[in-house]
C-alpha cells in the first residue's frame, strides 16, 4: 500500500535534499584542527625516505621534518607526534639512547620550537625505537619486560624531552604506574607546564605492523601481550583510563582507533578529559592498499574512516592521511 501524501507526516529525506541542507544538519564535523601527524625521523641532513609499508609517508632527517611541519603547521595541522628511527648500531638492551640530550628527538624539539614556536610538539615516551630486543621496557633475565626498571627509563626519557622543550608527552609503553612517576619528575624539575598524553588504552593489536617497518625495529623474542592490551577487554580500558586521570594524565588516548570504536565512546562518557584516538599505520596502510589496486577511493574512505572516530568521541586524532584529506578539509 502507497501512504498518501497526508498519512506522510515525517519524511526525514527532506534534510538529506540539497548539500546546503545537509551541512545544517550535519552532527559531526571534522577540521585540521583535530588532527595530529606522526612524523618519523631519521639521522643525517636533506634526507627523506619513503616508507615500503606506508605508501605516501616519509622518514625525515630533522631540517627536512621542520620543513614539513611548518607545512602542515600553515594549513592548519596544530600538532604533530615524534617518532624516531635510530642507526641499530646505537640501540642497547636498556635502549639508553631513548636519554640521549644529543638523540634524534631533542634535537628535532629544539629546532622545532625555534623554527615553529606556535605548533604543538608532542613526543613518545617508550623505549622500543631504542632497545635491540624491540620491546617497550627493559627486560630482565627471565625475558620479561620489568615494569619497575622501566619506569625509572621512562622517567629519565621524559626529563631529556621536557628539556628541550617537548609541549606533550605521550607515554606509550603500557607500563603500571608510569603516568604518576612521570608527572612527579616533571613537576619536581621545574616542568609543570609539560602536559602528559596517556596511551591509556593501546591494544596489543595486529594493525601496527607497517608502523615498526616505519621506525625499523623487530622483536627478538615474544610479543608485547603482557603489558599492551587484550583486544577482547572494553572493562580493562575504561580502569585503565581513570587509573590515568587519577595520576596526573592531561589527555588520554585510544589505540588503535576503527576496531575500538566502542572504547572511545565508552571512556568518553567516563572522564572529563580529552581522548584522542590514533588512527594507526594498519589502518591506513590497508585502505592505501586496496586504493592502488583500484577498490577503493583512498581520499573519500580514510575521510570517512576519520569522521567515524570523531563521531565515537574522539576529540583529536592521530594519523596518517593528513596530506590525503587536507584538501577536502580546507
Given amino acids: 500500500m502507497v501512504l498518501t501524501t497526508f498519512e506522510m507526516l515525517k519524511r526525514p529525506r527532506r534534510n538529506r535534499l540539497k548539500a546546503s541542507i545537509r551541512h545544517l544538519a550535519q552532527e559531526c564535523t571534522l577540521t585540521a584542527n583535530d588532527l595530529v601527524a606522526p612524523l618519523f625521523l631519521i639521522p643525517g ?66 629546532e622545532l620550537k625555534q623554527e615553529v614556536p606556535s605548533m604543538c610538539v608532542i613526543a613518545d615516551i617508550a623505549l622500543d625505537p631504542y632497545t635491540s630486543h624491540g620491546h617497550d621496557g627493559i627486560v630482565n633475565d627471565r625475558e620479561e619486560v620489568d615494569n619497575d626498571l622501566t619506569l625509572e627509563a621512562l622517567v629519565r626519557q621524559s626529563l631529556v624531552y621536557a628539556d628541550a622543550g617537548c609541549d606533550i608527552l605521550a607515554p606509550s609503553d603500557m607500563m603500571d604506574g608510569r603516568v604518576k612517576v612521570i608527572r612527579e619528575a616533571l613537576d619536581s624539575h621545574g616542568f609543570q607546564n609539560v602536559g602528559i598524553l596517556s596511551y591509556c588504552a593501546k591494544y596489543a593489536s595486529a594493525f601496527y605492523a607497517p608502523f615498526r617497518g616505519a621506525i625499523q625495529t623487530n622483536l627478538a623474542f615474544g610479543d608485547k601481550a603482557t603489558y599492551q592490551m587484550n583486544p577482547s577487554n572494553i572493562r580493562e580500558a575504561i580502569r585503565e583510563a581513570l587509573l590515568d586521570e587519577e595520576e596526573g594524565a592531561d589527555m588520554l588516548m585510544v589505540k588503535p582507533a576503527l576496531p575500538y570504536l566502542d572504547v572511545i565512546s565508552k571512556i568518553k562518557e567516563k572522564t572529563t578529559l580529552p581522548v584522542g584516538a590514533y588512527h594507526v599505520s594498519g589502518e591506513y596502510a590497508m585502505i592505501m592498499a586496496a586504493h592502488e589496486k583500484g577498490l577503493l577511493d583512498a581520499q573519500k574512505t580514510l575521510f570517512e574512516s576519520l569522521i567515524g572516530i570523531k563521531r565515537a568521541g574522539a576529540d583529536f586524532i592521530f594519523t596518517y592521511a593528513i596530506n590525503q584529506i587536507l584538501d577536502l578539509l580546507n
Wanted: proline letters at 9%.
Fill in 45 to 110: 641532513e636533506k634526507k627523506r625516505e619513503l616508507i615500503d609499508e606506508m605508501p605516501g609517508i616519509e622518514r625525515y632527517s630533522v631540517d627536512c621534518l621542520v620543513k614539513e611541519a611548518e607545512i602542515l603547521h600553515a594549513q592548519g595541522i596544530p600538532a604533530i607526534d615524534l617518532f624516531p628511527a635510530i642507526d641499530p648500531f646505537i640501540k642497547d638492551h636498556e635502549g639508553s639512547e631513548a636519554w640521549n640530550p644529543q638523540g634524534l628527538v631533542p634535537t628535532a624539539i629544539r
